[in-house]
């Protein structure tokens, strides 16, 4: 059950990403640069279509493969963080979501919500 939950947040997240990229781009822009929408728009495709697997079938490799993927973008994040100053709010907002993402599909795997 808690599986499926994972799975339908992180579709959820993923298609106000794709449905309101500008929207979305504007509120994690903060005082910095907002990301491109289109940008925001394929990575909210990629959490949707990662939610979606994950809420139709919630066995644990692929919320094990979500978790890498999610620790992937997070490290990504934090060196685009470092290399793009003008868009690093945006960029530490993608990385804690993603973070957070990972360590709550973690936590699923050990058995520590069920």
Known sequence: ?????????????GAVALVAPQQV???VGGRGTAPDA?????LG???LAQGAAVLIHPAPALVAAGC????????????????WP?????ALISATAAGTVAVTGV????????
């Open 45 to 47: 495709a990629r959490q």
């Open 68 to 83: 890498g993927i999610d620790v992937v973008h997070g490290a990504s994040m934090v060196l685009a963080a470092r290399i």
């Open 25 to 27: 781009a504007t509120l």
């Open 1 to 13: 059950m808690v599986t499926r939950i994972w799975g339908v947040s992180t579709a959820a997240v």
């Open 38 to 42: 289109r940008l925001v728009r394929i």
């Open 86 to 90: 003008a868009h690093r709010t945006a």
């Open 107 to 114: 936590l699923i795997l050990l058995g520590r919500w069920r």
